[in-house]
């Protein structure tokens, strides 16, 4: 099973800290599934690295720690590189606000150093006698335009005019105290708010059509979710925002239209172009055919597919595979999947492959919900991903491995079900 990079970084942290005295600082790594860490000891050093990348599982597992010695041709430039501390990622109020990132130099040499700091278009020359320590703030504009409200700023540094390669790039992230997605009903759209803040959150969500704007009042307690039928053309084009009652913009998304995804079943009459796959030890059992059900009232659609799993202490786990090798459209940026779970806690992903051959897995979270809930597939974007070009770029056209993948290993023996229905494309206009 893969590390998740929170997860990784705070068991780095705890760990090396009770041993190394100034802490790490993050290294640009090879790819986005890969971790790079330099740690220091006075004039020591250690460079941490991993792998996420879930085709290589023990390496994934485990980190790999490299001793740099005083005789090694980069251990200058690491030493100084390490002296370089910031905080790989940045958590912003709101959307339409600036981002502070502050960079801490420590000088050890013996004599006074001048060092250029450059973080996105803005840049500082610093002077910092020997033994000293300077703190330079940068404020970043942080104007995301997408649903994820992420971006990457690089940053870059030179001690006495030499490059100090390798800086990994500092990740401005909105704090949300409410995350909003929409989901296509038969008939209507569907608002579901979802409150992890310790906070309960009321405010407003705005979806825009070309003709009409439609307001929906939010309440949501905390680490609650709050479901809402809007009754509108769910595939007219929307922009959506969502705004607190005090007027500050904490989500955006910009405009998006839905279509169905394909040959999903419409009647229980209909045979599905899916077949279900269980990968004990990581290799394929029998593909088993997927019958559609008829589904109780009050759900998303009238039919949907049962997904039956397996779980286990060993590594498995199952896939829902298009019988067609279903391509992607090349506009759609997700796939929005309604899931009918029954709290079991086992982590969903999905998986599709580029062009060259390279697969890509986003990771959608833990079946840990009673009923209904609408799941957004990524299909842009950065995740995990492995084999072909091994890049992280999704090179056209797309097709799908698996529209659903349920991780059952390092649970108890048994199995379980969910049922997946009306699974349609997010699509950028």
């Not at 200058?76 to 990132?101: F, K």
Request: proline fraction near 7%; charge should be neutral.
């Amino acid at each position: 099973m893969e590390i998740t990079r929170e997860a990784s970084l705070l068991w780095i942290e705890r760990r090396w800290r009770q041993t190394w005295h100034l802490g790490f600082a993050r290294l640009l790594a090879a790819s986005p599934t890969d971790w790079k860490l330099l740690f220091i000891k006075r004039n020591s050093l250690a460079e941490v690295d991993w792998s996420r990348d879930p085709s290589v599982v023990d390496q994934s597992q485990t980190p790999r720690v490299h001793i740099i010695s005083a005789d090694d041709p980069r251990y200058t430039t690491l030493l100084r590189t390490a002296e370089i501390s910031y905080s790989s990622a940045v958590l912003v109020p709101r959307l339409d606000s600036l981002a502070d990132v502050l960079i801490t130099v420590h000088n050890a040499e013996r004599e006074a150093v001048v060092v250029t700091l450059k973080i996105g278009a803005n840049g500082k020359r610093v002077f910092i006698a020997a033994g000293q320590t300077e703190h330079v703030m940068f404020t970043v504009p942080f104007t995301p335009v997408d649903n994820e409200g992420v971006i990457d700023v690089p940053i870059s540094a030179s001690w006495n005019g030499k490059a100090i390669p390798g800086l990994q790039a500092v990740r401005c992230a909105p704090i949300r105290p409410v995350d909003v997605t929409i989901a296509p009903t038969l008939g209507s759209l569907n608002i579901t708010a979802n409150n992890m803040s310790p906070s309960k959150f009321t405010g407003y969500v705005e979806l825009k059509a070309s003709d009409h704007t439609t307001k929906v009042h939010v309440s949501a307690d905390s680490q609650a979710t709050k479901i809402a039928s809007v009754s509108v053309n769910p595939f007219d084009p929307y922009s959506l925002r969502v705004i607190t009652e005090l007027g500050q913009l904490v989500q955006q998304m910009p405009e998006v239209s839905f279509t169905p995804y394909p040959d999903f079943p419409k009647t229980q009459i209909n045979t599905p172009n899916f077949e279900l796959i269980a990968f004990p030890n990581n290799s394929p059992a029998l593909p088993v055919p997927m019958q559609a059900t008829t589904l109780a009232s009050g759900g998303p659609a009238k039919v949907g597919i049962i997904v039956r799993y397996q779980t286990s202490q060993k590594w498995i786990y199952t896939t829902v595979h298009p019988t067609d090798g279903s391509q992607i459209p090349s506009r759609a940026k997700a796939l929005i999947v309604w899931v009918y779970a029954h709290n079991n806690n086992v982590p969903l992903r999905a998986r599709f492959n580029d062009a060259t051959g390279q697969t890509f897995q986003p990771d959608l979270g833990s079946l840990n919900w009673t009923g209904w809930r609408a799941v957004r597939i990524p299909i842009m974007g950065d995740m995990s991903h492995w084999g072909g070009a091994n890049d992280g770029v999704q090179h056209v056209p797309l097709k799908w491995d698996s529209l659903l993948l349920i991780d059952g290993t390092n649970h108890a023996e048994g199995a379980g079900q969910i049922t997946m229905a009306y699974p349609c494309y997010e699509l950028k206009r």
